[in-house]
């Protein structure tokens, strides 16, 4: 069993405890979507990350309000908050706190496999969900993404090689995510963003976002420069002296369309 067959039995297991809980009922500030910021400019998804199954704990006891602002004083385009609890030590009361405090879009990253977390996710105050095509079979993906959708959530596809990507295209993915990050080794390669992008259709009406792996200005350019208009990173902004300045530098190359 590989860690994504690992952590996708986690959250069949975890579902059932949910289908217990109220739904969360908050107000939260409105906010504007991704995709018509990155079809106008490049951007950076800035994300609260406090540890992961390949790196361990990164910064746990993160004041995530704080860091969440400093990213959108910094420029940022949206913001994502991990919320899976066992591997990545997030929570959903994470997330809540984030869409509370700012005003840029807000994705929930998580192992997405049912409608309730997406739910869950919308009442938190997510404004985007992450589908990961590797953890859903076509039919899945398909119908979690017309939930997402017909909820009023935009929806981040993530792929990771040619066979996912068609899968992204057959549901009209608007926001298609390339991982740079295999989630069966967890092996990280920015090639990744270069091979899938070479075969993405670049029409106006979609766009393409490189996630994992980034560290520095130049690795933003040179994804910027295969076609990307978006980068998510966490690990690097979360070790980060001043994350509002790799965000900015982020921005800075190659930044309007």
Request: aromatic fraction near 6%.
């Amino acid at each position: 069993m590989n860690i994504l067959d690992k952590i996708i039995a986690t959250k069949r297991q975890e579902i059932q405890a949910y289908k217990k809980e109220e739904q969360m009922s908050h107000v939260f500030p409105g906010k504007s979507k991704l995709l018509d910021h990155l079809k106008k400019k490049n951007g950076v998804i800035a994300e609260i990350k406090r540890a992961s199954p390949s790196k361990g704990a990164i910064q746990m006891e993160v004041d995530i309000v704080a860091q969440a602002q400093k990213y959108e004083h910094a420029g940022a385009a949206a913001i994502s908050v991990l919320t899976d609890e066992t591997y990545f030590k997030g929570s959903i009361k994470d997330l809540q706190k984030v869409a509370q405090a700012v005003s840029i879009p807000v994705l929930c990253k998580d192992f997405m496999i049912s409608e309730i977390q997406i739910d869950r996710a919308k009442g938190a105050g997510a404004t985007i969900v992450l589908l990961i095509a590797a953890a859903l079979e076509d039919q899945e993906l398909q119908r979690l993404y017309r939930h997402a959708t017909a909820i009023g959530l935009e929806v981040l596809v993530e792929v990771h090689d040619e066979e996912e990507l068609t899968s992204a295209l057959a549901v009209d993915a608007r926001l298609i995510g390339i991982n740079n990050r295999d989630l069966k080794t967890f092996d990280v390669s920015l090639e990744r963003t270069a091979e899938l992008a070479a075969r993405f259709p670049f029409d106006g009406e979609r766009v393409l976002i490189s996630e994992s792996g980034l560290r520095t200005k130049e690795d933003a350019a040179f994804v910027y420069g295969c076609g990307a208009s978006g980068i998510l990173v966490g690990e690097t902004l979360m070790r980060a002296e001043d994350p509002g300045q790799w965000i900015e530098e982020a921005t800075a190359v190659e930044a309007i369309k």
